[in-house]
């Protein structure tokens, strides 16, 4: 599908972008390049990997696939580190999940480039995260969102697409900001809500974690993720995210009044528009 | 180990723990009671039910364990119901996921009873719910915790515990009281918050929906259940569960806070802490 292929980063989404690239035989050559000498040397080894750079600008010769995998406020910096190095018509995307700053700051880098950057965000991941946890199969039936703007190259974007697709990924096409605006909603509220339960409750009695049962441990699971990584991923859409968090703080204060004023119908039709949109995803 | 064991309403606990009842050997004749005449029917025609009963009362005669299985606002008047016509030392127990004013009022209903009342919360369930999605393994490896008082009989104690492990379960000893704050905190509160993450999502644009991942999914998943059941519970123990939810409002306010004013040790420190208190559990 490619000749060549060039993974930047090689943590979980790295890692097992290129092990998914090797299954589903989209590219010939997979270039992989890693800040650390000792990931290299441990990428060298496997099946996935066919050439391991050091340098950045030489990973990303004659590639027509170019997926920056690294944390998301990195992104912008290999950008403009590889844009000049790439071959006509190479495609650069990445796998940042927030989008709207990396897709701006694209064109100006990619304006004088042989290369065009689409923005893509492939929506898998695991509460673990580095090489060691990495699978072939994490993007199988996950979403991919891509961020098009409208200078984006339909030929170029047709093939990342189909590339995403051919990871059997269900594609989605957003703007960078109404993508922000959906995944601060829809997919970092979520890890804040999970969050929060958890740390408020670290100060109760150690005895009553006795009763933790399926659903404390469902709502929280997303809690155990790495707090750095997360930190990083709601900084850079706070706006969005501060309003989302807003929007369920007024949930809540309403289900809460429900309960105070022993309303048994308002708590009830709360609960049962609850359930309707979780049965609806 | 129980002679004869009676099993009052049959819904999703009450049909699981008569199966686990007969798959562990816990009784030689298990008794049915239900209000409606179309379900005993269809229980008698199961191999965990030995015999079926239109009236409450002649349903516990000459057993050795009566469980209450039906909805929390019910359970008092069944035990009261039956309190006149039980066996000498007859255990009453019961599966009411709120404790104090079950156990408050067992005290009075009890108290010439030849048979004695230990409240108990087998923490199983499932956002399915009824006769229909019973399982006999339901309750295996789950907690249960037992709410005996001051002046509980502690043979009587011992053999209830030891009936729950039979089951498999982890059995745990409160005072209906903390139990009640326990699982307002561990239990209830995760509730209220998956429905209102839930509730607060139900209204923003249906395209984003596209972009619900594993940690949407999870962080919800219990808000799918049974609304009036959840009614029920929430309001049974509503001073406990408000407090719950205004202590994490607080959390949410602080992670609000930190991200607001980009304070990024402070949200780090949140996250960890949340991710911290869920690999506890």
Chains 1, 2 share one sequence.
């Not at 930047?8 to 092990?19: D, E, K, N, T, Y």
């Not at 699978?135 to 703007?149: A, R, S």
């Amino acid at each position: 599908m490619f000749s060549q292929i060039s993974i930047l980063g090689v943590g979980l989404l790295g890692a097992s972008l290129a092990m998914a690239v090797r299954k589903h035989c989209c590219a010939s050559t997979i270039n992989v390049w890693a800040r650390k000498k000792t990931t290299l040397d441990r990428c060298a080894e496997e099946v996935w990997c066919d050439q391991v750079f050091e340098d950045v600008q030489e990973s990303v010769r004659g590639s027509n696939l170019v997926i920056i995998c690294t944390p998301v406020d990195s992104i912008s910096g290999l950008m403009a580190d590889i844009s000049s190095h790439l071959n006509e018509g190479a495609i650069v995307t990445d796998v940042g999940s927030v989008k709207e700053n990396i897709c701006t700051s694209s064109r100006e880098i990619f304006k004088n480039s042989k290369g065009v950057f689409i923005g893509a965000h492939p929506m898998a991941g695991s509460e673990k995260s580095g090489l060691e946890n990495a699978q072939c199969n994490l993007f199988e039936g996950k979403t991919c969102v891509v961020t098009p703007d409208e200078f984006t190259c339909l030929d170029a974007l047709k093939k990342l697409k189909d590339f995403w697709r051919k990871l059997n990924m269900d594609v989605h096409e957003f703007s960078a900001s109404e993508h922000d605006r959906a995944v601060a909603y829809f997919s970092h509220l979520p890890h804040i809500i999970s969050s929060a339960l958890s740390e408020s409750l670290l100060a109760q009695p150690i005895k009553w974690r006795n009763v933790s049962g399926n659903g404390l441990k469902d709502t929280t699971r997303i809690a155990a993720g790495d707090p750095r990584l997360w930190e990083q991923i709601c900084m850079m859409n706070s706006e969005n995210l501060v309003l989302a968090i807003e929007n369920t703080e007024k949930s809540l204060a309403k289900v809460k009044k429900s309960i105070q004023s022993k309303n048994n119908e308002d708590l009830f039709s709360f609960l049962k528009d609850g359930s309707k949109f979780r049965k609806s995803i």
